[in-house]
């Protein structure tokens, strides 16, 4: 590789700092020592999802030696490890009752190649540190997640993350050049694309049929393993980007960078009627958008209830924000008056952007909505139950519809957004946690979805993967031809099922909406750790270091 080892960020203060550690019971402490105290596990009960559950000890290993002793203790001792970056994981990967194994205190160097357009880091460098040090050589990280600012490298790969950006460049699993990881067994490997290893899993002709018809036909679709894409390219890179830790930790990732677009333009198109605007997004794809977001009625409803001053007309059914990059100036703001044209008849509301600056302030409607979502009051959360389905394009305004019918049907309130150029829509419920029954009502939204997702042809995780919340899903979507590959895949790199127990492969007990975080079942932690695990959540502080939360206040 051309270029120094740059260390990004040294940050071991959770090792520094004087803390109590216990044996857990039987066991022989590994390097790094275990963590059992109450404090520190209830700091690792939470990450962004819904869940509560608080692991049986906690490990914040420094580098790749100590990750792999652990690893090896674990596989001797039968000890099950949950994989975890920072946090911020929607479906629950990143909580269990095993040994959470933070690696987001460690593994934080960068090391570029640029005349080769890559750049090699560590699992706990951020998308927002990799784009600072892409920037100045005019290069970037394009898949863009809006988590970017602590969506950390490792977590990326896990969940093949995406963002507004995919409609253009796809998941980051088209930009993963090699990873670098620690087996069940211990052992430390690089996979690097294109090098084959198709012998690890084989696949027969007739299995590969089979893959080819049960795979859902959407733009995107990260519900488990990504047999398809492997059935093409025999490339155990592609086994291994979006299985979510359940097969190995990923330590370092070979990144793919492409230059920065020249200029970008773009525009917020509004809509009175549903339809037209599901209409609309074909056309828009077919203009060569990099971006094309969707907030629906439901959100901007939030937003306005918030007392955002959204600049928006009321009555909007829903607004589309489009991002076009092009090379010349001239050619940016060409293909926005040809989309402002071409959608003329069924649009009610107009704001065109000709440069960077003019297009950040047109899309601050979209960053208004999580401080809005967060500042609900704490008798009506917002809980990511069913917020990742995907379909068909031309199914998307079927899903927005049956969505907002099933949610006023339960008596649940919800919010809709996402990347409408994928057919990709977010859905955040806000129950009324003062209502009887409400718990109930969630889990028939948790079905309805479902089912409606089956129906027309969809996928339940578009980018955030299955996790724990949508494990036990897989088999009504794939069937059980599928799913029996999905096990004999896990088998073959964990035979023990040490890695991630309960994600993607769901337990024997799995049941989607236990161990809530909120309500008055909720698994009881110290109330100075849950107040902070809520700031975190309110702030979308996900890169503060868990261990930091444990600190008695002064």
Same mark, same amino acid.
């Given at each position: ?14 090792r520094d ?20 105290d109450?404090?520190s ?6 990450? @962004?999802?819904? $869940? ?5 000890? !906690?490990?914040v290993?420094? &580098?790749v030696e ?10 001797a ?6 994989p ?6 929607m479906a629950?990967?990143?909580? #269990?009752?095993?040994v !959470?194994?933070?690696?987001s ?16 880091a +560590? ?22 997640? =809006? ?6 490298s ?16 796809g998941?980051?699993?088209?930009? !993963? ?5 620690? *087996?069940?067994?211990?052992q ?8 084959? =290893?198709?012998?690890r899993?084989?696949?027969?002709p007739?299995?590969q049929r ?19 894409? $492997? ?7 592609d ?5 979510? +830790? ?11 960078v492409?230059?920065v ?10 809509? +009175?009627d ?24 439901t959100?901007?409803? !939030?937003?306005?209830?918030a ?5 928006l007309?009321?009555?909007?059914e829903?607004?589309l ?10 050619a ?9 044209? &071409? ?6 509301h107009?704001?065109t ?7 950040e ?11 809005a979502l967060?500042?609900l009051?704490?008798s009506?959360? %917002? ?5 990742? #389905?995907c ?5 998307l305004?079927? $899903? ?9 049907g ?11 150029g ?11 946690l003062?209502? %009887?029954?409400w718990r ?16 027309l042809?969809?996928?339940p ?10 494990a036990g ?16 895949l896990?088998?073959a ?13 769901p ?6 909406l ?8 909720a698994?009881?932690?110290? *109330?100075?750790? @849950?107040a ?19 600190t008695?206040? =002064?």
């Amino acid at each position: 590789m051309n270029g120094a080892w740059w260390v990004v960020r040294g940050n071991f203060r959770a090792r520094d700092k004087p803390r109590t550690t216990h044996h857990a019971p039987g066991l022989t402490q590994p390097q790094p020592a275990l963590l059992t105290d109450i404090r520190s596990r209830a700091a690792y009960s939470e990450g @962004a999802g819904i $869940y509560r559950i608080v692991p049986a000890a !906690v490990a914040v290993p420094r &580098g790749v030696e100590e990750l792999q002793e652990l690893v090896r203790w674990a596989a001797a001792t039968g000890t099950r490890l949950v994989p975890r970056g920072a946090g911020s994981g929607m479906a629950g990967g990143s909580v #269990g009752q095993g040994v !959470v194994v933070d690696l987001s205190q460690g593994f934080h160097w960068v090391a570029p190649d640029w005349p080769r357009r890559r750049l090699w880091a +560590g699992a706990s460098v951020t998308w927002t540190e990799l784009t600072a040090a892409a920037r100045p050589f005019g290069l970037r990280l394009p898949p863009d997640p =809006s988590s970017g600012a602590f969506a950390t490298s490792g977590g990326m790969v896990a969940t093949n993350a995406a963002g507004p950006r995919s409609v253009r460049c796809g998941s980051v699993r088209s930009w !993963v050049e090699a990873i670098e990881i620690v *087996d069940a067994e211990g052992q430390a490997r690089r996979i690097t694309r294109g090098a084959g =290893s198709g012998e690890r899993f084989p696949l027969s002709p007739d299995q590969q049929r089979l893959i080819a018809a049960r795979f859902p036909k959407t733009r995107k679709n990260a519900a488990g393993y990504a047999l398809d894409r $492997y059935a093409e390219s025999r490339d155990e890179l592609d086994l291994l980007v979006g299985s979510e +830790g359940t097969l190995a930790f990923v330590t370092a990732v070979e990144w793919r960078v492409e230059p920065v677009p020249a200029d970008v333009a773009g525009a917020a198109l509004g809509f +009175g009627d549903l339809r037209h605007l599901a209409e609309a997004v074909p056309y828009l794809v077919a203009l060569n958008p990099s971006a094309v977001e969707l907030l629906d009625r439901t959100l901007l409803d !939030v937003v306005r209830d918030a007392g955002a001053p959204s600049g928006l007309p009321e009555g909007l059914e829903g607004l589309l924000l489009i991002e076009f990059e092009r090379e010349t100036q001239a050619a940016a703001r060409g293909v926005v008056a040809d989309a402002v044209r &071409g959608l003329r008849a069924g649009t009610v509301h107009v704001a065109t952007a000709v440069d960077r600056v003019s297009l950040e302030e047109l899309w601050a409607v979209r960053r208004l909505a999580s401080p809005a979502l967060a500042r609900l009051p704490e008798s009506r959360r %917002s809980l990511q139950v069913v917020e990742d #389905g995907c379909v068909p394009l031309e199914r998307l305004a079927d $899903y927005v519809a049956g969505i907002r019918a099933a949610a006023a049907g339960r008596g649940i309130p919800v919010a809709i957004f996402g990347h409408a150029g994928d057919g990709h829509v977010h859905v955040n419920a806000l129950p009324d946690l003062t209502v %009887s029954g409400w718990r109930g009502a969630l889990a028939a939204l948790y079905a309805d979805a479902a089912e409606l997702l089956l129906r027309l042809g969809g996928t339940p995780s578009g980018e955030h993967g299955v996790g724990r919340l949508r494990a036990g899903l897989l088999e009504r979507f794939y069937g059980s031809e599928v799913t029996a590959l999905f096990r004999e895949l896990k088998q073959a790199y964990d035979p023990h099922s040490t890695l991630n127990p309960g994600v993607i492969i769901p337990s024997a007990d799995w049941a989607p909406l236990a161990d809530l975080k909120v309500g008055p079942e909720a698994t009881p932690i110290p *109330d100075d750790i @849950a107040a902070r695990l809520r700031e975190v959540e309110r702030t979308a502080g996900w890169a503060t270091p868990k261990l930091d939360l444990t600190t008695p206040s =002064s």
